[in-house]
C-alpha cells in the first residue's frame, strides 16, 4: 500500500525531540495570560493559576490585581468593587458577566459580592475590559467589563476536595465531582460553602454583626456535537445570609448619635441556562443563549425584593476576505416585587414592576493592511422601557507595526440604565442631630418631577502594548471619558415631621435628577517580566481622576465633589509568583491604594479614609502530584484600616486585620 | 561628614541589585526557549510523529495561518528532508490554500476565525495545532498548553481520527492529555 511517512528521526538530525521539548522550561512571559493582545481595547487576564497563587478567597479580592479596577472591603464579606472610579457598594458602572450572563443587579445596579455566584476554584479564567464596552455588552458596560468563564466540564473529569481554615473565623469548604459520560459528554457538579466571622468596630474594637455564610452549588453539562457544534447546561444555586449593624434610631439621651439595629441580609438564586453553539458549511458560527433565574434579596420582616429574569441572546460571526464580522440580538425580561415595612425611611410606591430591554448589534474588524493596520467598527441599538432607546456607536484603529508592538485607539459611547431603585425608592439617606437648633433634620432622597433619563458616557482612549523583551512585556493604557446626565438631585421641598418624639424633625427632600456632569481621566499601566523561567513579576498601576464640573445647585456640586473626593487616585499592586522548586511556590502580593474621603452613611460627616500600602503572602506545599497544602497571609503590614465606608445603605464602619489561612486542595 | 560617607554608599546599593538581577536573567536566558522557538520545535517534530495517510506529492507543507507570529522561527528549516519529503512553510488565509497543507497553525490571535479554519479542514488530511485556550475542545488536533512553566500539547484523538492522521504512541505518551479517545 502505501509509503506511510516515517517516524524515525533521520540520523543527521540535530532537533531537540519531542521528549525535550516537553522537558524546556519556558523563559518567556505567557502569552495565555494576554490572549487579549490583540484586542483594540484595555484588557487584563487573570488565569486559574492566578487566582489560586493570590491565596485571596473571594473574587473581589482577586480582582485587586487587575490595573484599574479598585476594590475596597466594607466588612468581612461585602466590598465595593469599581473600574476607573466612582465606586460604592452598588458600583454602577460596571458589568459582570458568568459565561456570558450578567450577574450585575439591575434594581440596585450594582453587583452583591457577598454573594458567590461561582467557587473561584470553578473559573477558568477571568478578563477584564476596562473602559466603554456598550457597543458589545450593553447598557451598562459604562466603565468596564469583567467576563468570568467557568471551566469547561470535560477537563474536569476527576474529584476535588479544597478546604480552608483561618482567623476570623474563616472556613471554606469545595467539593467537586465530575465525569465523562462518553467522549463527547461530560458533566460537572461543585459544591462550596464559606463563613467568615464578624469584623471589628473601627468606633471601639468591639466586633460588629457582620459575620456571612454563603453557599453555592453549580452544575454544568457539556456536549460536543459534530464538529464546532456544542451544547453546554448550567444550573446554580447560591444562598448567603449575613448580618449588619445599620446607625437607626436615635439615641433618647445623645440625638447626634444613632443607635444601631442588627440586621440579617438574605440573599439566595436560582438559575438554569443554556447555550448551544454551532458553524454552518459556509462558516457562520452562531451561538443561542438563554437562562432563567429567580432571586430574592431582603432584609429579615423588613425589606424585601423577589424577581425573575429571562435572557435570550443571539450571536453570530462571520469572517470573510478581511472582514470579522460580529452580529448579536439580546433580550431580557426582569419582573420584580419589591416592599419595604420601613414606612417612613423607605417607601416603594410601585411594588411589582416589569423591566423590559431588548438590543441589536453589529461590529466589523476590519484589516486594512494584513499583520498591521486593523480597524473596527460597531454600534449596538437598544431600548428600555425605563431610559428609552439609545444608540451606542464605537471605533477602534489597531496598528500592529511589528509582530512585538501595538498601538491602539478608540473612541466609543454608552448608556447606563437608571435602576429601579433609582427611579422608583424613597429613603432617608441623611441625619443630622441637633447642631443648628433645637430641632433634628434628615435628607431624604426621593425621585424628583421628572423621570430619570439614562446617564451618557462619551470618550476615547490609546493604548500601546509591547512584547519588548521575550520575557518583559508592558501595557499601557490612557483615556478621557465626559460623563453627562449624571444621577444627581436638586432641594426639593421642606417637611416638619412630628411624630419622632418631643424633638421635631426637619425633612429636606432631594430630588433626583440628570444634572451632574464631569471629566474622567486617568492612565493604567502592567507590566509583566518572568526574571528566570520559575520567578515572574506583575506590576499594575492605576491613576484615576475625576472631575466633576461645578454647579450653580449646591446638592449637585457637593454630590459631585464627594465623587472626586471618594474616588482614589493611585492604586497599585506588585505581585512576585516564585516557583522555589518543583513542589514548593512562595508568592507575594504587595498592594495598595492612595487615601479617599467619603460621607459615612446615614451620617452626613465626612471621613478621610487613609491611603494604605499591605502584603500578602502564600506559600504552598505540593506533597503529591494530587495534594497540596498552603499557607496564606493577608494584609500583613501597614496600620489596621478602614478601607472603606458605607455611602448609600446606612452600615457600621469595620477594620481590616491580618489573617491567616491553611488551605488543602486535594484531587481525586 | 557622616552624610558624605553615607550618601555614596547608599547611592551604590541600586547597582548591586541591577548586576545580581541581570547575572539571574543572563544565567537562566542562556538558552533560547521562549514560547514561540518552543511551539515552532513542537510543529518540526509533529510532522515526523504523525503519519499521514499515502501521498504522491514529495513536499510536506506548514501552513501558518493569519497573522505571522512562527514564520521567521520556522523559515531555517525550509527546504530539509522530513520523512522523504521537503520541507516547505507556506502562509496561508483563505479556504482555496488548505490542499496544499498537512500541518495547519493557527496562532491565539486568530482565536476568532478557529471554527472557521476548522469547518475549511474537515475530512482532510491535514493536522491542526494552535495556542488557542479551548482549541482541542473545539474540534481541533493539537493545543498547546502552558502548564507548570513548561509548554505541553494537548492531543484530541478523535479528530485525529477524523481527518485520517495517526499520532505514534510516543507522541500519545508525552501528550499532557488526551481527548476524546483512549490514551
Redesign the interface.
Known sequence: ??????????AQDD?????D????????V???NQ?L??VPAAAFVISADDIRRSGAQTLPDVLRMAPGIQVAQIDSGRYAVTARGFNGRFSNKLQVLVDGRSIYDPFFSGTLWEHDQIPLEDI??IEIIRGVGAAMWGANAVNGVINIISK?S??EANGMLAASIGTHGQRQLYARAAGNID??TSWKLSAQGRHAGPAKKSADGSYSADDLTASTVDFRFDR?LT??S?LTVWANVANSTQGDLYPFTINPLDPMVLDPIAVDEKTSTQMLGARYRW?T?Q?F?SSIQSSLSNAQIGLKNAFEIRYVKFDLDYQG?Y?FAEH?LLWGLTHRTMSDEAWSNFAFEMTIPRREFTQRSSGVFLHD?WTLV??TWQLGVGARWDQSNLGGSFLSPSATLMW?PT?NHTLWAKYARAPRIPSRAESDVSMISGYQGPTTGPFLSMLRSQPGSLPLSRETIEGGELGFRSQLA??FSIDLSLYRYRYANLVSSTLGTTEVNLSFGPIPVVIQNLDRNNAANGWLTGAELSLDWL????WRLQLSYALTHVDMDASSNPISDAQGKADERGTARHTGSLRSQW?LSENQQLDAWLRGSSGMVRTLSPYTTEIRIPGYVTLDLRYAFKLTRDLEIALSGRNLIGPRRVEYVSDYVPATPVVIEPSLQLTTRWKF | MLARITRPARAFRPHWLAAL?LV??S???A??????Q?EA??L??F????????SARNT?SICLFG???LGPLLSSHEGR?????ELRILRV?SPADMASCQLVYIP??E???I??V???T?GMPILTAS????FA???GGIEFV?HG?????IVNA??LL?QGLTA?S??MR?A??V???ER
Do not use: C
Open positions: 500500500m502505501a509509503a506511510i511517512w516515517h517516524n524515525a528521526i533521520s532537533d531537540l525531540n519531542l521528549e521539548l516537553t522537558k524546556i522550561e519556558v523563559s518567556s505567557s502569552r495565555r490572549s493582545n490583540n477558568e479564567r469547561h470535560h477537563g467522549a463527547d460536543t464538529a464546532g456544542a458553524l458549511e462558516g458560527e460571526r469572517t470579522d474588524n494584513p499583520d500592529t509582530r521575550p520575557h526574571l528566570s523561567p520559575t516557583n | 538581577l539571574i536573567v544565567k537562566n536566558f538558552q533560547p526557549n521562549s514560547e514561540p518552543l520545535a513542537y518540526i517534530n510532522m515526523k510523529y504523525v503519519e499521514w495517510p499515502a510536506a497573522r505571522d507570529t528532508m522530513i520523512g522523504g519529503k488565509s491565539d490571535v482565536e476568532a476565525r471554527g472557521a476548522l469547518r475549511w474537515q495556542s488557542a485556550d479551548g475542545r473545539a474540534g502552558r512553566g513548561r509548554m505541553q500539547f478523535s479528530s477524523q505514534s510516543q507522541m508525552l499532557f492529555r481527548i476524546g479517545g
